[in-house]
């Protein structure tokens, strides 16, 4: 037993020295906070270009092997695929972790407001299993939006491996969701913007730096497995006339009125799935089946929608419906018919019970929708639009596949980096900009949710009101504080102090020696009492609080105001934790009336 105890010793201590790292570089928090967003978006990376192969083995082994052994059944053994798939799927998230069920980033943002950024690490496994296997049998889904949650779980599993704080957590699983995103769409920026916008609901905030690192080094990993490649592959597009902008405005508005259908249908399936008497497990299979129906006539709809994959008859074909619609080569009635089977065989896919994302499916949705409105703009005007009916085509279909995704997850400035850095193209960026804000208004006021807080409002979970709760946990004293607050000295006498008083508004004052050195702070409430009684002059120091209740920099304002035990004091001076007679500031109600608005007015305008 002490051999044994001998061999494993140093392993214990290498982890303990490990795990005591951040601890012991407390100094250094940027520093450590840096080495942390690049290991995440390592792992990250390398997490997305796992997944991107599962899904192209379980391809491979549905479709083209598939094809074989089940080619007695002609074109319809694409029915079974994703039947067989479903049950499959819901058999592993039913017995290993039933929170990789659906779309991954409501299960994120869960995590980040409501268990302190903690995600259990089998989630990453489980979920790149399920999600691989249901995009790979020709579910309906996204592979982004699982992608988002592998990479959190994985963020979040180091922050609790290294038992740092949940701040810290919180930051590591945002870090790898943008990681995600970045690795998948070949989108540093977005994925920042994904993370920061959609997720955090926050733009500005202070883990941006190791936000961008984490995205950064997920990019550069799969660059080197995947390539450096846009997503799409587009021909040049150009406005005919300016005249152009109003269909495209009108588009706009159209992707919002359709993406808050995609939602509301979406639930309605969701809802009829809860209330089949079925074993949960079972369901997936159920809407694999009605996907399978669809995919035999229309098999467009299986899968991400956009790639290379497999056809009919195992065939490998290079490119989906998305990238033909962005080229002009579908039809105006094939582009409706697809845009209505997607909304219907993703809401089946994911409602029943699936894995997958709706991030790849709001690209589809909105591709067709803008394709077909794009004939029709050509045809009815054909002065303004472009000369042929497949730029026309082609060029709606891309902005149309911002519009819809921003309406869909609320995330207007993600939407137009996103496509921007998918593309590679900047000639459309004005129409997509006027098409995605026009949108996302729609969309809010049709709906106060986007289709991931929608999901956690069902469960309870309300993110904007929540946010708003812990704001005064999120913002420290040195943010709020007033710094140049005016002060007094210890001889001052009471009669100047009243003076001061009515010259300033202000009813107290910090009192600071000539050595700058805080004593204590004097209030209107001292003043009125030493003014009434009849006793001979005082001082600002006679009548102070010597030892009044403080408060330092780096705390919150939620503890700094639980010191006061629900004492009505109007103000808290803000001292240096090592040198407490040093003055820094004071924390004024009006301060923390104005760093809560602050704090929840992104939430507020969502």
């Excluded at 799927?89 to 994120?108: C, F, S, Y």
């Amino acid at each position: 037993m002490r051999r044994s105890s001998r061999v494993t010793a140093p392993w214990r201590l290498l982890i303990g020295d490990v795990r005591s790292l951040p601890k012991r570089l407390r100094g250094s928090d940027t520093a450590v906070g840096i080495a942390l967003a690049i290991v995440v978006g390592l792992l990250a990376g390398l997490g997305a270009v796992g997944f991107v192969y599962l899904i192209k083995l379980f391809q491979w082994l549905s479709f083209n092997r598939g094809s074989d052994v089940l080619g007695f059944l002609g074109d319809y053994y694409v029915i079974l695929l994703p039947t067989a798939g479903g049950l499959l799927v819901g058999l592993i998230i039913h017995l290993l972790a039933r929170e990789a069920r659906g779309d991954g980033p409501p299960q994120v943002m869960e995590a980040a407001a409501v268990r302190g950024g903690r995600i259990r690490s089998r989630v990453a496994i489980v979920k790149a299993l399920a999600s691989s296997i249901c995009i790979g049998s020709g579910g309906s889904v996204g592979r982004e939006g699982p992608v988002i949650q592998i990479g959190s779980s994985l963020g979040s599993t180091v922050g609790q491996w290294l038992r740092l704080p949940e701040e810290w957590t919180r930051t590591l699983l945002l870090c790898g969701a943008a990681g995600g995103v970045s690795a998948m769409f070949n989108a540093p920026i977005g994925g920042v913007f994904f993370a920061l916008e959609v997720l955090q609901r926050r733009l500005a905030a202070a883990n941006l730096a190791y936000i961008v690192i984490s995205s950064v080094t997920a990019n550069l990993v799969a660059h080197s497995f995947l390539g450096d490649t846009p997503s799409f592959s587009i021909p040049p597009y150009h406005m005919n006339s300016h005249w152009e902008m109003v269909p495209y405005a009108v588009l706009g508005i159209l992707c919002g009125v359709v993406a808050a259908i995609f939602i509301w249908f979406f639930f309605k399936c969701e809802d009829l799935s809860a209330k089949v008497k079925l074993p949960p497990w079972v369901k997936p299979a159920i809407g694999g089946l009605f996907v399978g129906l669809i995919g035999v006539s229309y098999f467009d709809v299986l899968g991400v929608g956009y790639g290379g994959a497999y056809g009919a008859g195992g065939v490998f074909e290079a490119q989906g419906a998305v990238d033909k619609a962005l080229l002009g080569e579908i039809g105006l009635a094939t582009l409706a018919v697809l845009m209505g089977l997607k909304i219907l065989s993703t809401s089946l896919s994911l409602g029943s019970g699936g894995s997958g994302g709706t991030f790849a499916p709001s690209l589809f949705i909105g591709s067709m929708l803008g394709g077909a409105f794009g004939l029709v703009v050509q045809r009815l005007f054909p002065s303004i639009a472009a000369t042929s009916a497949a730029e026309a085509s082609g060029s709606y279909a891309l902005v149309g596949m911002g519009a819809l995704f921003a309406a869909v997850v609320h995330g207007p400035i993600t939407a137009i980096i996103l496509l921007f850095e998918m593309t590679r193209d900047y000639s459309l960026i004005v129409p997509l900009m006027t098409a995605v804000v026009l949108s996302v208004a729609v969309a809010r006021g049709l709906n106060r949710d986007s289709i991931y807080t929608a999901v956690l409002t069902r469960r309870g979970v309300d993110i904007p009101r929540r946010r708003a709760t812990d704001a005064m946990a999120t913002i420290t004293v040195g943010e709020a504080m007033t710094r140049d607050f005016p002060t007094v000295t210890p001889s001052m006498p009471v009669t100047e102090l009243v003076e001061k008083v009515h010259a300033t508004g202000h009813h107290g004052f910090p009192v600071v020696d000539q050595n700058g050195n805080f004593c204590g702070i004097v209030t209107l409430q001292d003043i009125e009492e030493a003014t009434s009684e009849k006793t001979a002059p005082l001082t600002a120091m006679d009548i102070a609080t010597r030892s009044p209740i403080v408060a330092y920099p780096d705390q919150s304002i939620r503890e700094a105001l639980a010191q006061l035990g629900g004492r009505d004091v109007g103000r808290i001076p803000v001292v240096d934790r090592d040198n407490p007679r040093r003055l820094l500031g004071v924390l004024r109600r009006h301060d923390v009336l104005r760093a809560y608005r602050k704090a929840i007015e992104p939430d507020t305008a969502a």
